[in-house]
């Protein structure tokens, strides 16, 4: 699935338009547990993505339930603070967590979760993470920043100590833990302008990608209605039949236009 958003207002303030391009794919398993929501708030953009974890349903319903609250709570109070944006993802991890005391058979469920919120008036950008899934923010070709991942790998790597393979995709923190467990990395705001670009993904995409090749993909790809069926076909071909679900959100910035989406 790929869908693809011009976002623009009739409001002469704005400064920005925003194109948006999400896709989803199961990749070579049984089921599609990665869930995703772009909407357009006011003035706001907001992109969700989630990769759920935790057996047959338990992944999937993770990742629903998190994205689902997390873009209910946004819309009901648009912000580019970050210490109100912590606390919706702290509600939506409220809402995985009741759901696993509801339903004893999805006890073992959790969910990545990563966000951007863009704000076109003010040309402002923030994003949060928990897990692995990632948030990329480049300018043409380069990576201005990339979340760090919540991974084991991640942490042995950062403390220069041997990487333990079967650790690979284990997480030290991830939606579905409780308050005092859970680890949500929130930036600060961003100023933005013609020429950034920003990428959310789940694992099953990244892996197959340096960051030099994605910033490469992504800019001489801007301007292609297929540019996410593209690198997603990439990652596929790339996994030699062993793809994970995969999924991404692409939101490239340009100068204001009065479309609408």
């Known amino acids: 699935m790929e869908l693809t958003i011009q976002l623009g207002d009739s409001d002469e303030r704005s400064s920005l338009s925003l194109r948006v391009h999400e896709r989803s794919d199961i990749g070579h398993r049984a089921e599609n547990q990665d869930r995703l929501s772009c909407q357009n708030v006011g003035d706001y953009l907001v ?41 919706i993802a ?11 005391q509801t339903h004893p058979e999805l006890a073992d469920m959790h969910t990545t979760l990563c966000v951007l919120v863009l704000h076109r008036a003010s040309a402002q950008a923030i994003w949060l993470h928990v897990g692995d899934s990632r948030v990329y923010h480049f300018n043409n070709t380069a990576l201005v920043s990339r ?23 284990a997480l030290y923190t991830a939606m579905g833990e409780q308050a005092e467990q859970l680890q949500v990395e929130v930036s600060s705001p961003r100023t933005v302008s013609p020429g950034d670009w ?33 690198i997603h076909q990439l990652a596929l071909t790339r996994s030699q039949g062993q793809a994970d679900n995969l999924s991404s959100v692409l939101v490239f910035v340009g100068e204001g236009c009065h479309s609408s989406g």
């Open 47 to 87: 992109c969700v993505l989630a990769d759920g974890a935790g057996g047959h349903l338990g992944g999937k319903v993770a990742a629903t339930q998190a994205v689902s609250a997390f873009v209910s709570a946004f819309a009901q109070c648009p912000t580019l603070d970050s210490r109100e944006l912590l606390g």
């Open 198 to 230: 920003f990428l959310l993904c789940s694992d099953g995409l990244w892996e197959h990608f340096t960051d030099e090749e994605l910033g490469l993909l992504g800019s001489n790809l801007r301007n292609d209605k297929g540019c996410s069926a593209y």
């Open 147 to 169: 979340t760090r991942d919540h991974s084991i790998s991640q942490w042995m790597q950062d403390h220069q100590q041997t990487e333990n393979p079967h650790a690979r995709n």
């Open 90 to 100: 702290h509600h939506a991890n409220r809402v995985v967590l009741d759901a696993q």
